[in-house]
């Protein structure tokens, strides 16, 4: 993985990380580790800092996107479902948050499952680059006091 940054007078980088190459990771139970190699020829820097964040849901919903046949820019989407779960689709224009923090896209949400699985059909696009995910949510209870 390499991160460009622009070296400052005292040789240290400028708010980039450097050119480095990831030697190794390992995780197993609540430990990781990793190993940076720096890439050859690369300036020398110094790692201030790393981010690591524990997705609040693991489970991965596999979501479809093809092109609408009857209006361009439009698209379908679908994806696995359950009965008794509703489903928002959620969109972001970069991946510096977890999908679950995304915004709903255009009132998609509270969608119930529909098992086997569940289609959006003729959603408009925006923008040259968009992210899209699907947040599974339990319905919520019937009666509450």
């Known amino acids: 993985m390499d991160y460009n940054s622009t070296p400052n007078g005292n040789g240290q980088g400028s708010g980039g990380v450097g050119q480095f190459a990831i030697g190794t990771f390992t995780a197993s139970g609540s430990t990781q580790s990793f190993t940076l190699v720096g890439a050859p020829g690369a300036t020398p ?3 201030t800092a790393i981010q690591v964040r524990q997705l609040s849901d693991p489970a991965t919903i ?3 996107i093809t092109p609408n046949a009857s209006t361009p820019g439009n698209f ?4 696995d479902s359950q009965e008794g779960k509703l489903y928002d689709l959620v969109s972001a224009t970069d991946l510096t948050a977890a999908p679950d923090t995304w915004p709903v896209y255009l009132g998609n949400e ?5 098992a086997p699985t569940n289609t959006l059909t003729g ?3 925006s923008g040259p680059t968009r992210f ?3 947040v599974e949510k339990d319905l919520p209870p019937l009666l509450s006091e």
């Open 45 to 47: 820097a110094i790692l």
């Open 76 to 79: 379908d989407f679908e994806w």
């Open 110 to 114: 509270n969608i119930p499952g529909t």
């Open 62 to 64: 596999q979501l479809t």
């Open 132 to 134: 899209f995910a699907v």
């Open 123 to 125: 959603v408009p696009g």
